[in-house]
């Protein structure tokens, strides 16, 4: 799992430096430190330097006893586990992330949206524009992938390198901050790098271009034929029990990646719609197609590189290869960065999405005794810059949040397919059971008075530190279409009963406190 980025604590009291300086915090606040308790004192030199000696070598003593146990650790890993190249630690680099919502409409949907999105500190929504038809399955769909891949190509000429967080519909709450999206994304990266490695070898990853970038959302259902449906390889199912059942299918809901790798997925999903006959092919079967034919592929590059007593044990345990299509021990030919390709993966825990749409009745609100650590590392829930009237000694403990029921996992976003939110009051109850819908109202005034920040700092699956950037600086409260034309809060969510349904507290429609 990868850790947020925070000092080390362990040894702090080694360091100590007697000063008078503020200090910036993880989250830029100013505290001040005496570490020793000595300002303005004139006594007791002697018995302190004795005490700051004693300590010196007790330090020393425990430092070298920790980089010892790293030493043999490294050493032991070494030998036991696959490597993967990675970057220089310590490296910092700065990107742009981008949020990205395709849209043939305002949708009144995406007021809640984008109110919790700009409320925990995500990037601006930027509206990819596409023209829905009635009746009209896969020339809709054509239209929509052909929109975001024009858009992605778009983005690709100035921040190839940059994420993107691809929504695929207009109603999708964020519960938790970027930071948390961001170190779980890049967490499944790297153990999916990690089992690539076991099973195919590094040598291979490199021969053949093969390396996760992109994270899809999961499903219980699978949105294509059966055949076409990978599973996943037993070392990643979470509860083999209830299996069946629970999510373990693709789903085009959220997708998280750096925007050349999404360009080029939607430049394939694209090329097969224009070339298919099908005419009830529906978008996320043809997401599952390339997936599946991505895993069938990994699975020909084992058949064809592992030991016959891999091959036995596989044939034995029945998970063998990584699951695609029944010809899973059929052995072919490798091609080099091969055209099959994309570096896609699955959040088969639901840590970082999860639809309550096709998983109804897997899901409960509830407080958690044990918040996970990298919640808790992140910033507070009612962190701001003003007296704002929030209840600022709340933490991420105090809160209820959708959970996961078969992984217990709390997903940083929650969406909802909108054809399938049929009753509009069990769809109210939802939002207000969701923490932030309490205090909504204040929480969004107060996002408007954060000056400019990075969005997030995360550790990546390389040890490179990725500082996180919004486009838009300056421009609050509002979205942007994807030729930069700017629409604001109150023109994207006109209207006194839509605001009372959104904020809960009778006062209307929001205003700017700058105003």
Not at 278 to 290: K, R
Not at 480 to 491: A, I, L
């Given at each position: 799992m ?30 001040f ?26 330090c ?5 006893i ?9 050493a ?25 919502i395709p849209?043939s409409?305002l949708?009144?949907e ?9 409320i925990?500190?995500?990037?601006t929504?930027?509206?990819v524009?596409w ?5 009209e ?18 983005l690709?000429?100035h921040h ?39 099973r ?13 970038s ?9 949105g294509?034929?059966e ?33 050349r790798d ?14 298919t006959e ?13 997936f599946?034919k991505q ?21 034995l ?5 990584h699951?695609?299509?029944a ?15 994309f ?5 088969y ?14 899901y ?13 590392s992140s ?9 704002s ?10 809160l ?10 709390i ?5 909802h397919h909108?054809?399938n939110?049929t ?10 059971n ?13 996002y ?27 421009e609050?409260?509002?979205v ?12 994207l969510?006109?209207?006194e ?7 809960g ?5 929001w205003?700017?406190?700058a105003?």
């Open positions: 990868i850790r947020l980025f925070r000092p080390p604590r362990a040894f702090g009291h080694c360091f100590e430096e007697q000063r008078l300086l503020p200090t910036p915090s993880l989250h830029g606040q100013a505290s430190e005496d570490s020793e308790g000595m300002m303005g004192q004139k006594q007791g030199h002697a018995a302190h330097a004795t005490i700051r000696l004693s300590k010196l070598r007790r020393i003593a425990i430092v070298g920790a980089i010892l146990v790293l030493l043999l650790t490294a032991y890993r070494s030998k036991s586990q696959p490597q993967l190249a990675s970057d220089k630690t310590g490296r910092r680099n700065a990107q742009i992330l981008h949020l990205v849209t409409d949708d009144p995406l007021c809640r949206t984008v109110l919790s999105a700009e925990l500190h995500y990037p929504p930027t509206l524009r023209t829905a038809v009635a009746g399955g896969l020339a809709n769909a054509q239209r929509r992938t052909t929109a975001i891949r024009d858009y992605l190509g778009k690709k000429g190839e390198n940059g994420t993107v967080i691809l929504l695929d519909t207009v109603s999708t709450w964020f519960q938790l901050r970027p930071e948390v999206l961001l170190s779980r994304y890049y967490g499944v990266i790297h153990d999916g790098n990690q089992q690539l490695a076991a195919l070898g590094v040598e291979v990853m490199q021969e053949e271009g093969i390396q996760q992109i994270v899809f959302a999961t499903s219980s259902t699978c294509a034929a055949e076409q449906c990978s599973q996943p390889p037993e070392s990643l199912m979470v509860d083999k029990a209830s299996w069946t059942t629970a999510p373990h299918y693709l789903d085009q809901g959220v997708a998280i990646g750096r925007v999404l360009f080029e997925t939607y430049r394939r999903a694209v090329a097969i719609i224009e070339r099908d005419l009830h092919l529906s978008e996320l079967a043809i997401f599952t197609e390339i599946s895993e069938y592929h990994r699975g020909l590059l084992r058949s064809s590189t592992s030991s016959w007593s891999e091959r036995f044990h596989g044939w345990s029945g998970s063998y290869a699951g695609p299509l010809r899973k021990n059929a052995t072919g030919p490798r091609h080099k960065n091969n055209a099959n390709e570096g896609i993966g699955l959040d825990a639901g840590e970082l999405a999860f639809d309550t749409a096709s998983n109804s009745g897997t409960t609100w509830e407080r958690h005794a044990t918040i996970p650590r990298d919640i808790l910033m507070p829930p009612f962190w701001m810059t003003t007296d009237q929030l209840p600022a000694e709340k933490t991420w403990s105090d209820s949040f959708l959970t996961n029921s078969h992984t217990q996992a997903p940083v976003a929650v969406y909108h054809n939110v009753d509009a009051n069990a769809h109210q109850e939802s939002w207000q969701f923490w932030l819908s309490q205090h909504s109202r204040k929480l969004f005034d107060a408007t008075s954060v000056p400019a920040m990075p969005l997030a700092a995360v550790i990546d699956h390389e040890n490179v530190d990725q500082i996180f950037w919004d486009t838009t600086i300056g609050k409260a509002g942007k279409w994807s030729n930069e034309t700017w629409v604001g809060w109150n023109e969510c006109r209207g009963q839509l605001a009372n349904e959104i904020f507290d009778g006062l209307g429609e205003t700017s406190p105003l």
